[in-house]
């Protein structure tokens, strides 16, 4: 066992030992923070949960990250940072407090460092000797069995990161998507695992962040971002184990976020590699779409993204309550949105905390027994097709009528079979 793998299992050890106890220290999210729009890397884009459409006994989850990359972008390629923890985090008692915690843990190699290519020849497969930058990843599960015993295991040793659609000389005749899914991963549990580029699936008017104009101005189209993409057994994620079957109940919903660290201390020496000290500190979060985007104001969101949901309530309750929106809607667009009620906006707090849960920004989601894919569907999970900029702006403006943006789908399908992002744009299409 290598130092690296040593630290992470010694710091993941004190992260289970924190299951299912009280909070530790420490929205669409497209660069919604001064701060993460710094550090692109570690920036949670989106979060999206639902029952697999194959298998009701499984759940699909995807967190992407790396916001609006350009396909054309060597020579040095996007892809995961070596010095980032990225985390799915489940609450499954209800208290929005983790009890599950799946870490990713990646390291970057070069083969030839004397050229500047990513790639010195076409490539066929993630094994080729052609390809130049590779990169893999570790995979941990943190959680409690069914005896309430603190477990921690290593899912994945050395899984494949698809690599970037360089281009089609690069992968000739349309051969990207069969390399890309060669990095598909099966975990020690029987879980799929997939880590690599991926068609940015968040379908919005980029138009909307000048004065929340629509129509005619730039989208997401035609740009990539980094995915990772779990589909779990339901048991395995469940309170102590064991799939609810009582739909009405706290346990029956899983709370889901996914948030990315960055070292607390880091020591930059020319080219040897970096030192690292002081553990690790959040520096994003993600669970609802477009919460921190446009909800927190701008003094409150670099906190935002560096505290946990259970203290949502008490840092950010009186935004939920009284949203700034409503009335920039009205303000701007004549919308005709509501008037904030007396009391503020209950409804919001409501959607928050299905079936009696705490309050707080986390991706809710049925998993008891009898869920199916055609029960996932915003605000219960997030399929990928969910439309969820028309159905926040409809819910926020409150006014009985629908709101949106005017771009209903993404510009790629969707896929029926895992990891079901559509295919990366890429850097060199045809012509």
């Known amino acids: 066992m290598n130092n690296r793998t040593t630290i992470l299992l010694s710091t993941l050890a004190s992260a289970a030992g924190l299951v299912a106890l009280p909070g530790t220290a420490s929205a669409s999210s497209h660069r919604e923070a001064p701060a993460i729009g710094e550090d692109q890397f570690a920036d ?72 500047f290519l990513y790639n010195v020849g ?36 050395g ?18 998507e069969g390399v890309a899914l060669g990095a598909t991963a099966t975990a020690s549990d029987g879980s799929k695992v997939f880590a690599g580029p991926r068609d940015e699936p968040f379908f919005v008017d980029l138009h909307v962040f000048d004065l929340l104009g629509v129509g005619g101005a730039p989208t997401t189209d035609g740009i990539n971002v980094m995915s990772l993409v779990l589909e779990v057994p339901i048991d395995r994620i469940s309170r102590l184990q064991q799939r609810p079957a009582d739909a009405s109940a706290k346990q029956a919903i899983a709370g889901i976020q996914a948030r990315a660290l960055r070292p607390t201390v880091t020591v930059r020496l020319g080219n040897s590699p970096d030192i690292n000290f002081g553990g690790f500190t959040q520096v994003s979060r993600l669970g609802w779409p477009l919460v921190n985007e446009a909800v927190i104001p701008l003094k409150d969101k670099d906190k935002y993204n560096r505290s946990e949901p259970a203290q949502d309530v008490q840092n950010f309750g009186a935004y939920i309550l009284n949203p700034e929106l409503p009335g920039l809607l009205n303000l701007v667009l004549n919308a005709g949105c509501a008037d904030t009620p007396q009391g503020g906006r209950t409804d919001i707090v409501g959607l928050l905390a299905p079936n009696g ?40 403006c409150n006014n009985g009528g629908p709101l949106g943006d005017g771009v209903d789908s993404n510009d790629l399908p969707f896929t029926e079979t895992f990891p079901y992002l559509a295919s990366p744009h890429s850097g060199n299409p045809a012509m």
């Open 357 to 396: 849960t705490a309050p707080a920004d986390l991706l809710r989601i049925n998993i008891a027994q009898g869920q199916t894919y055609a029960h996932s569907g915003f605000p219960n999970g997030r399929k990928l097709e969910d439309d969820v900029t028309d159905t926040l702006l409809s819910v926020i």
């Open 159 to 176: 899984g494949v990161v698809a690599p970037w659609h360089v281009g089609d000389r690069t992968f000739p005749n349309e051969s990207y």
């Open 44 to 115: 949670n884009t989106d979060v999206y949960s639902f029952i697999s459409p194959s298998d009701p006994n499984r759940l699909v989850m995807v967190a992407n990250y790396v916001p609006l990359l350009i396909p054309s972008s060597g020579p040095n390629f996007y892809r995961f940072s070596d010095n980032v923890r990225y985390e799915f985090r489940i609450d499954n008692s209800g208290d929005a407090v983790p009890d599950v915690v799946y870490h990713f843990a990646f390291s970057t190699s070069v083969a030839n460092g004397n050229t």
């Open 122 to 157: 076409p490539v066929d497969s993630v094994a080729s000797p052609n390809l130049n930058v590779r990169q893999k990843y570790d995979l941990f599960m943190a959680y409690r069995d069914a005896n309430n015993n603190k477990k921690l295991e290593q899912l994945v040793a």
